[in-house]
């Protein structure tokens, strides 16, 4: 990531509780669905908590069809009230593909194209103990607006899985001398979430690591970044034992580089990312001359 104080990658798995009548459920075909978050990388020497209480889940139902009805955004009746059970969460405390399972139950078949998550009591606690509230410019009222395209369709006998991607190093803006805890004076909470069919993304996984005294030693903290067309897409860090885990990649071919100081950069050209399946890409980093 460009700015260094703001990267890590961590998962919460979100599935939709639904509340509807009777009437409806007699009449509405079900299926299952299921939301997972993550986000993208984040500092573990500086930061030690980035808490957000998510109290309200809401998706826009778009009909029975595979393509869905043409809705207007603020129709609050195609809105279809998923979960109001607030949970406070630490984003740090789930990284590299620990998943942690909310809520998963049924939803009526049919297509889905934005999920709305009200989020509050937002804040960042560093390593020092300094804690930022931050304020939540729209979250609380409007909810945060997450567009799925193209439209999720529910339906079938196997679940439909969602991933939302809440990119902490572009959600949580530092203020302040970035160059050492101190001169941090506060955040800005502008939150940037994106969503990923998980049925037609993939995994991306691995080990990064080097040879000592004939050895095979895992390497903690090596960065990790995905490009596409010479874009950065995503990018992680390698945890104590030199594992990652990349979710909610696009199916398609990649370059994916590491990096770590005192060691060469390496970079693997055109991996390719198969729809529903995790790819294993190792590295062996070399040490600097």
């Known amino acids: 990531m460009k700015i260094k104080l703001l990267t890590t990658s961590l998962i919460i798995a979100f599935a939709l509780l639904f509340a509807c009548s009777n009437d409806l459920e007699s009449e509405t075909k079900m299926a299952r669905l299921t939301v997972q978050l993550t986000d993208a990388p984040f500092p573990y020497d500086l930061i030690s908590e980035a808490n957000v209480t998510i109290f309200k889940i809401d998706a826009r139902y778009k009909g029975d069809s595979m393509e869905g009805e043409e809705n207007n955004e603020d129709e609050d009746k195609s809105f279809i009230v998923l979960s109001e059970e607030e949970r406070e969460v630490n984003l740090i405390e789930l990284t590299n593909g620990i998943t942690e399972t909310l809520v998963d139950v049924d939803v009526p078949v049919g297509s ?105 030693i895992g390497l903690e903290g090596a960065t990790v970044s995905v490009f596409a067309a010479d874009t950065l897409n995503t990018s992680t860090f390698t945890d104590e034992s030199g594992k990652y885990t990349i979710m909610g990649l696009i199916a398609g071919s990649y370059d994916v580089m590491v990096e770590l100081q005192g060691y060469e950069a390496q970079t693997a050209k055109e991996v390719t990312i198969v729809a529903g399946n995790k790819i294993i890409q190792d590295f062996d980093l070399v040490p600097v001359p």
């Open 112 to 216: 889905y194209d934005l999920i709305r998550v009200y989020v509050k009591g937002v804040n960042v606690v560093l390593t020092n103990g300094s804690t930022f509230n931050l304020k939540v410019p729209s979250g609380e009222q409007t909810g945060i607006k997450v567009f799925i395209k193209p439209s999720l369709f529910v339906g079938g006998e196997l679940s439909s899985d969602l991933l939302l991607d809440f990119d902490v190093s572009k959600s949580f803006i530092p203020k302040g001398n970035l160059k050492n805890i101190a001169g941090i004076t506060g955040f800005n909470f502008k939150p940037v979430i994106k969503a990923s069919n998980l049925t037609t993304a993939g995994t991306l996984s691995g080990l990064v690591s080097t040879i000592e005294n004939e050895e095979q």
